[in-house]
C-alpha cells in the first residue's frame, strides 16, 4: 500500500496488527517505524511514532530492541536529552543478560560522545558489566573487546582478548585483533607469535599472510617476508598487489628470474592488468631486455587504453616507456613518448619537465 501512495490504507493494517497481536513487539515497532518513515513532515504523525515507541518500552520495559529503537529514533530527531532519560532508566534495570547491557552500550556511544572523559568511563563502564553479566557467551565478549580497541583502551582490550584466545583457541578474528594491538603497542614478537599461529589453524588465511608479508618487512627479514607472499600468490587467491609485491621481493633477493616468473604467471591470471604489465617492463629495462621491456610496457598501454585508466598514463609511466623505447633503437618512437610526458606536466611545473627534455637532448647529441 505504501510503494502505491496508500499512506491510510497501510497504517488501518499495520494498527489492525497492533490490536489483534498486542503481546508481540514488532506489532509495536512496525507502526512506530511506519509513522516515523512516512510521516512526511506531519507533526502528529511524528507524534505517533514516538508515541507507539513509547508504549512499547512500557509493555517490555526489559527488550533491548525496544530501548535502542526508541533511544536511537530520539537521536536522529536531536532529542539527546529524551534520549538519555531512556538509557538512564534502562541502566538502572536489574537485568542479567549481555546482549541487554551490550546494546545498551551501543545506545550509550550515541548519547555520550567518547571525547568527553566523563562520558567515556559512562561508556566503557556499561561495556565492563555486558562483560560481567554474560562471561561465556563468547560472541559477546568479542564485541566488548572490539569496542576497547576501538575507544582507544588499548591495555584493556589487550586483556580482554588474551582471556577469550585463550579459552577459544580456534576463534580467528579474535586472534588477528589481538595480534594487531600488540603490533600497536610494540609488542611486535608476540604479534608475529600470534599470527603464525594462527596460520598454522588456518594456512588459507590469506588476508593473514598478507599482514605477516608486511610485519616481517617492518623488521627487515626479507627472507620470512617473501615466504609468505609466496604463500599467498601460491594460493590461487592473490591480488594484483600480491603479484607485484612478491616480484618485488624476489627481485630485492637476488632471485630476478623468480621475480620474472612471478610476474609472467601474474598477467596470465590478470591479461587486462596495465600494472602487472608495467612492473614487467620494468623489470626487464633492469636486465637490459630492452627490446622485451619497450613490448611490455607498450602492452600496459593498451591495457590502460582500454580501461580508460587516463590515471595511470601518467608522465612518469611515459618516461619509462621513452626510455625503453630508446634503449631498444625505436628513436622515433622515443621522442614521441618524452613529448608525451612532458606534455601531461602542467605549464606551471616546468622544473617536472627537465627529466625528459635531458634525456632528449642527450639522446639527440649521443646520436651526433
Sequence with gaps: CAVYGQFDEARAILEKSLEENRSEREAYLNIARYCDTHHNNDDELKQNALEYAEMALEKFPTDHVVIEFLARMLVERGDKEHAEDVLEEALEREVDDGDYWLAMGGIARDVWPLRNERNRERVMGVYEKALRSDPTNLDMVEQVAQFFRSAGSTERALQIYQALVLRSP???????????????????????????????????????????????????????????????????????????RLADFQRVGDRVGGALQTLRQGVAVFPDSPELSHSLGMLYLGLDRYAEAFSALETAEGQADAAGRSDFLTEAFYFDFAVSAERSGEIERAEELFRKSIDLVSDDANEDKAKSLNYIGYMWLELE
Excluded at 599461529?197 to 588456518?202: A, E, P, R, S, T
Aim: hydrophobic fraction near 40%; charged fraction near 30%.
Design 170 to 244: 580456534d576463534r580467528l578474528s579474535a586472534r588477528k585483533d589481538l595480534a594487531e594491538l600488540f603490533w600497536q603497542a610494540g609488542q611486535q614478537d608476540e604479534a608475529i607469535a600470534g599470527l603464525e599461529k594462527l596460520v598454522q589453524i588456518n594456512p588459507g588465511a590469506i588476508e593473514v599472510h598478507r599482514m605477516l608479508s608486511e610485519m616481517y618487512l617492518a623488521q627487515k627479514d626479507l627472507k620470512r617476508a617473501t615466504q609468505h607472499s609466496e604463500t599467498i600468490v601460491e594460493s590461487g587467491q592473490a591480488r594484483i598487489d600480491d603479484y607485484r
